[in-house]
């Protein structure tokens, strides 16, 4: 199994200057190419300082100058934002200029607040679809000379411009959670990526379980890789690990809060949240984070980890956004690479 760093631009105060922000970002992913790490991938969101991330190929081109070796992922492109000519165009350039190291990830998005800004009307169904449509047209684009007579896209032939340095184009990932959307991945050649939210190791049983029915109801296709992506912390003893289920709970709350939509919004931040408010969320928890993420010291995380390499996960995601103090994360990103890769190597 090999490891990956999952990273954003996380604000959620206005005391925090976002280019110091982007600075960490930076720093972190430095850490994560110098430490072995297998490739960084970083989002899109739109209107948000929770996650500040309005075009990832801005920020992979950059890290491309000041990385060697990791590949460059977008993790993920809200399909429904992107017109496929234009993301096709724009991934291959990207690909050209990191010298062939880009991932594509690619979802069908989660905030309602985004859709309501970006295409008003939009609820998920129709996001799902609009992703069903843009990947299989993108890996067109980039064969060439494509038309499309489509539900949300329709154009003449057109050629990806560019076209990507890599054979065939990048690898293109599905984040996907229900059964439909793991077939729709397998039976297009896309590799999944997978986030538990809230049940722990058995939702990470239950989505391998799926992946698996859908790799065997395509027996002709290649068996795609799928990416397990997990909020992370290696701790330095108990007390550490207990006070960062405290603050991915924090951080947790804050995701929920916007998922729901029902908050003001001002200057990009979301109202905040009152301690009674986080202490009295009906499932997030400290103790939920606890069990539910890989919150433990090096030891611990070497044995969950391993589990989820015998269940066939091909990669492991590093999520680092927690809400945390640049230094703290750094701190449990070098415990990682030092403490817990090696048992994998």
């Given at each position: 199994m090999r490891f990956s760093l999952f990273v954003h631009m996380e604000r959620t105060s206005p005391d925090q200057d976002q280019k110091q922000l982007y600075d960490d970002f930076i720093a972190l992913s430095k850490i994560a190419d110098e430490g072995g790490m297998h490739a960084v991938w970083t989002g899109e969101h739109h209107g948000m300082d929770f996650t500040i991330a309005p075009n990832p190929f801005l920020n992979l081109i950059d890290l491309a100058r000041q990385t060697k070796n990791v590949r460059l992922g977008t993790g993920t492109i809200i399909a429904p934002f992107w017109h496929p000519v234009r993301l096709a165009g724009e991934a291959a350039m990207t690909d050209m200029i990191t010298d062939g190291r880009l991932d594509l990830g690619i979802a069908r998005g989660a905030y309602s607040y985004e859709y309501e800004r970006m295409v008003p009307g939009m609820d998920a169904w129709d996001a799902g679809?609009?992703?069903?449509?843009?990947?299989?047209?993108?890996?067109?684009?980039?064969?060439?000379?494509?038309?499309?007579?489509?539900?949300?896209?329709?154009?003449?032939?057109?050629?990806?411009?560019?076209?990507?340095?890599?054979?065939?184009?990048?690898?293109?990932?599905?984040?996907?959670?229900?059964?439909?959307?793991?077939?729709?991945?397998?039976?297009?050649?896309?590799?999944?990526?997978?986030?538990?939210?809230?049940?722990?190791?058995?939702e990470i049983t239950n989505l391998m379980e799926i992946f698996n029915a859908a790799c065997a109801k395509f027996p002709d296709m290649p068996r795609p890789n799928i990416m397990l992506l997990n909020h992370?912390?290696?701790?330095?003893?108990?007390?550490?690990?207990?006070?960062?289920?405290?603050?991915?709970?924090?951080?947790?709350?804050?995701?929920?809060?916007?998922?729901k939509n029902e908050r003001p919004v001002s200057q990009g931040l979301i109202e905040r949240l009152t301690e009674e408010e986080i202490a009295n969320h009906p499932f997030y928890s400290a103790e939920a984070m606890m069990r539910d993420n890989v919150i433990a010291t090096a030891d611990g995380a070497i044995s969950k980890l391993k589990t989820y390499e015998e269940m066939g996960y091909d990669e492991y995601a590093f999520w680092i956004d927690s809400g945390m103090s640049f230094d703290r994360k750094k701190a449990s990103l070098e415990r990682f690479i030092n403490d817990v890769m090696p048992a994998f190597s």
């Open positions: 679809l609009r992703m069903r449509e843009l990947v299989p047209a993108v890996q067109a684009l980039w064969k060439g000379d494509y038309a499309q007579e489509g539900t949300y896209h329709s154009f003449p032939a057109t050629t990806s411009s560019p076209k990507p340095v890599q054979e065939n184009g990048p690898p293109i990932w599905v984040a996907a959670r229900d059964p439909n959307s793991h077939e729709f991945a397998v039976a297009n050649g896309c590799h999944v990526q997978v986030t538990p939210l809230w049940q722990g190791d058995a992370t912390y290696i701790a330095a003893d108990a007390a550490d690990a207990q006070l960062a289920s405290e603050e991915i709970n924090r951080f947790y709350c804050y995701f929920g809060a916007w998922f």
